[in-house]
């Protein structure tokens, strides 16, 4: 059985915790801020019609009934009435990032963000939506360019996040970039060129689910993978970086077995989510020309530039000829002297199997990166750097980035040869 999701608080609703809800409200049940502040609580053994007419006579909303249990919101004032009529009350709660670690955006707070932006700038931003995630949380897609609401024939760039749920540190790049280009344009010469000139999608939540798993129950669960039940019962979750549709499960470079970290699941694009980005890529096509030109997939950790193949150390191979190569290399290399990170081919770090840089490359001829940040090693943070290193090591990318979108238009200008490769068509592969 699938979980509901009929509101947003439920959405927030990671864990359920009591809270002691008599005690609480009657320090100050007449207070009206008290009285006037929802929440959302879980009401169990309201088993008849008649529980469910007598909890809903508080005051209180039901917004969900499985079997003898409720999702309802209520006044503190509300619940504490539930409870005196003899169910048992239990607050939920979005536990969200610990404290120490608020400056991270967990997806609630994405959202508003997201949406507080497109706000801000309409003309220039668009909050759309590639679908939803497996246990049906929405991923934001971002648009960002002139004339935001038309198509133009401009050259597009993908900049996706959080493929992997613990390197929540992706979805502050993706902020980081949405207001990079939104602030920034109009001011920044450089930056108001790119939006003038090009189509900039970014997706800052390819896993929503794991994200939000990993932060439940007030603790890090150091989670990686997607939460769809694979094998028989249970959560075990696909490794979306390894789901992807080009040389699929080929060379070693993940695991069949559904418990590992690697486990690249039972088929290509098995995953909601990597469906979900992969028709919104294959949308992108206009009489069978691919609009995205060039895209980095943001992870942590290592402080890697990384380019195509993963599935195999050969440096030249079927789709992938010298002058790609060379090419690969170059903005790689160009991107490290920017970011200080170490640039090289993926497969050099380790074989990896269905990642989506080998299906964009080879697929679609997406010039595409995968950037490891912040930090080199797990005593620096590992997965869970403090988030007062979020400004410094976003900002960090912000000139390989805008670089990358200046390329999108020939990348073989990296190497000079886009007199070559350019001159009839537009930036090909
Ligand atoms: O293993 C991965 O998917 C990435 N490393 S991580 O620690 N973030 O999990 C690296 C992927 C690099 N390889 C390719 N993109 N082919
Ligand atoms: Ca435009
Ligand atoms: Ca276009
Ligand atoms: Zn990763």
């Not at 939006?195 to 890090?220: A, H, Q, T």
């Not at 979306?240 to 970290?261: H, I, M, Q």
């Not at 950037?371 to 410094?392: L, N």
Request: include cysteine; charge should be neutral.
């Amino acid at each position: 059985m699938g979980r509901k999701f009929g509101s947003m608080v439920a959405f927030a609703t990671v864990a359920v915790v009591t809270l002691g809800v008599v005690s609480q409200a009657s320090a100050s049940p007449t207070s009206p801020k008290y009285q006037q502040k929802s929440a959302s609580y879980t009401v169990d053994g309201a088993r008849t019609q008649a529980d469910r007419n007598r909890v809903g006579s508080t005051g209180a909303s039901i917004d969900s009934v499985e079997g003898a249990r409720l999702d309802v919101t209520a006044t503190a004032v509300e619940a504490m009435k539930i409870e005196r009529l003899g169910y048992k009350v239990t607050q939920q709660r979005t536990e969200g990032f610990p404290a120490a670690d608020s400056g991270y955006h967990d997806y609630t707070e994405m959202q508003a963000e997201l949406e507080k932006a497109a706000k801000a700038y309409p003309k220039i931003m668009q909050k759309l939506s590639l679908g939803k995630s497996y246990e049906g949380r929405d991923m934001p897609l971002i648009k960002i360019s002139d004339n935001v609401a038309k198509d133009e024939n401009e050259p597009e760039i993908l900049y996706d996040a959080h493929q992997h749920a613990r390197e929540h540190l992706t979805v502050e790049m993706a902020l980081y970039l949405v207001k990079m280009y939104t602030e920034g344009y109009g001011k920044d010469p450089r930056i108001t060129k790119l939006v003038d000139s090009r189509e900039i999608w970014i997706v800052p939540d390819m896993n929503p689910d794991g994200g939000e798993y990993d932060l439940s129950g007030g603790k890090y669960h150091n989670w990686r993978k997607n939460r769809q039940p694979v094998g028989n019962g249970g959560v075990k979750g696909v490794d979306l970086n390894r789901n992807w549709g080009y040389k699929f499960a080929c060379c070693d470079g993940s695991s069949p077995v559904t418990t590992s970290e690697t486990y690249h699941g039972p088929s290509a694009f098995s995953a909601p989510e990597t469906q979900r980005l992969r028709d919104f890529v294959l949308s992108r096509r206009v009489n069978g020309v691919q609009q995205i030109k060039a895209s980095i997939d943001f992870h942590t950790y290592s402080e890697l530039v990384l380019w195509p193949y993963g599935y195999t150390t050969q440096t030249t191979a079927a789709g992938l000829n010298g002058d790609q190569q060379k090419t690969f290399a170059t903005l790689g290399k160009t991107f490290a002297k920017s970011n200080g990170y170490t640039p090289e081919q993926s497969s050099s770090l380790y074989i990896t199997d269905g990642s989506i840089i080998d299906w964009l490359w080879a697929n679609q001829g997406v010039w595409a990166f995968t950037f490891e940040m912040y930090p080199t090693t797990p005593g620096k943070g590992g997965f869970y750097p403090p988030a007062s290193v979020i400004d410094r090591e976003t900002a960090r990318n912000k000139d390989a980035s805008l670089t990358l979108a200046e390329y999108a238009d020939c990348a073989y200008r990296a190497i000079k040869k886009e007199n070559q490769y350019c001159a009839t068509s537009p930036s090909p592969r």
